[in-house]
């Protein structure tokens, strides 16, 4: 049983789950994920490990709430069971002494970025983070990500918290100043392409981490291929991390908006039956 040891809060709509899950702990590295299923009729929907724990036997899940899966999630407390966690899945970060690595985390993109900034950390390298997000709030993990560099850079599309702009705009300002040895940049496909395009004509290079639609997780469904180098590649069993430079971010872009009226109705529905709910609990009143 993949029981919820902890919950807790760390931003609106974010939220970080401690999993009893010995065997994924004990084999997970950097830049693997799992494939969580709540319940036997439930979706599966892809996570990113954020950390494991081998000795207390658990993973660490950050989860933002986007979707009716995500949501449905967030109504689980300590102690509720999912019903499968599978993995750990996709090939590990590969990690050397590169020198400077710039790890640029956008939103919920810092969650997966926090793992591979570890490794990194502890194969030697200099470590420099830039975080983004829409609000001060948004901008998670800061203090965990902080640990791990040497120097960090925060924007804010609001400027509520650090710079106001985008993360392409610190980084920006760092490719001014040093050429750093490597770029890892995790969050939204078109920050991951900006970023990109910032390092190609400095021949940086520069790795980025997928997260597509995914089914099983081993391949067989080809509902996360994208188009790396001009060849067919699957995120769950190649990935998630690939050359930036050759990824075909634009197919990635409209693959990922293939389901959004269906998933649109999913959350519609759960946010209307979960207020039915709500009204009935409070006798019929709001």
């Given at each position: 049983m993949f029981q919820i040891l902890k919950k807790e809060s760390l931003a609106p709509q974010f939220k970080r789950y401690v999993i009893a899950a010995p065997e994924i702990a004990r084999k997970h590295r950097a830049g693997q994920f799992v494939l969580v299923m709540l319940h036997e009729h439930g979706e599966r929907i892809p996570l990113t490990i954020a950390g494991s724990d081998k000795e207390a036997g658990t993973i660490t899940l950050v989860v933002q709430e986007v979707g009716k899966t995500t949501m449905e999630m967030?109504?689980?407390?300590?102690?509720?069971?999912?019903?499968?966690?599978?993995?750990?899945?996709?090939?590990?970060?590969?990690?050397?002494?590169?020198?400077?690595?710039?790890?640029?985390?956008?939103?919920?993109?810092?969650?997966?970025?926090?793992?591979?900034?570890?490794?990194?950390?502890?194969?030697?390298?200099?470590?420099l983070s830039i975080l983004g997000g829409r609000s001060r709030d948004?901008?998670?993990?800061?203090?965990?990500?902080a640990a791990l560099s040497e120097e960090?850079?925060?924007?804010?599309?609001?400027?509520?918290?650090?710079?106001?702009?985008?993360?392409?705009?610190?980084?920006?300002?760092?490719?001014?100043?040093?050429?750093?040895?490597?770029?890892?940049?995790?969050?939204?496909?078109?920050?991951?392409?900006?970023?990109?395009?910032?390092?190609?004509?400095?021949?940086?290079?520069?790795?980025?981490?997928?997260?597509?639609?995914?089914?099983?997780?081993?391949?067989?469904?080809?509902?996360?291929?994208?188009?790396?180098?001009?060849?067919?590649?699957?995120?769950?069993?190649?990935?998630p991390e690939f050359d930036a430079h050759q990824v075909d971010f634009d197919l990635l872009i409209k693959r990922l908006r293939t389901y959004l009226p269906q998933e649109q109705l999913a959350k519609q529905r759960f946010l209307e039956s979960h207020q039915c709910v709500a009204l009935e609990a409070a006798g019929g009143r709001v």
């Open positions: 967030g109504l689980m407390e300590e102690g509720d069971c999912l019903y499968a966690v599978v993995g750990p899945l996709g090939t590990p970060t590969h990690v050397e002494r590169w020198g400077t690595v710039v790890c640029v985390g956008g939103g919920a993109g810092i969650a997966p970025l926090l793992p591979i900034a570890k490794a990194m950390k502890e194969a030697g390298n200099r470590v948004l901008v998670i993990l800061r203090e965990e990500m960090m850079w925060i924007t804010t599309d609001d400027g509520s918290l650090g710079r106001k702009g985008l993360v392409t705009h610190a980084l920006a300002d760092v490719l001014a100043s040093e050429r750093p040895d490597y770029v890892v940049a995790v969050g939204p496909a078109v920050m991951m392409k900006a970023a990109a395009e910032m390092t190609r004509p400095l021949a940086i290079p520069t790795l980025c981490s997928l997260n597509t639609i995914m089914v099983d997780g081993t391949g067989m469904c080809g509902g996360c291929r994208v188009l790396v180098g001009g060849q067919p590649k699957f995120v769950c069993v190649d990935g």
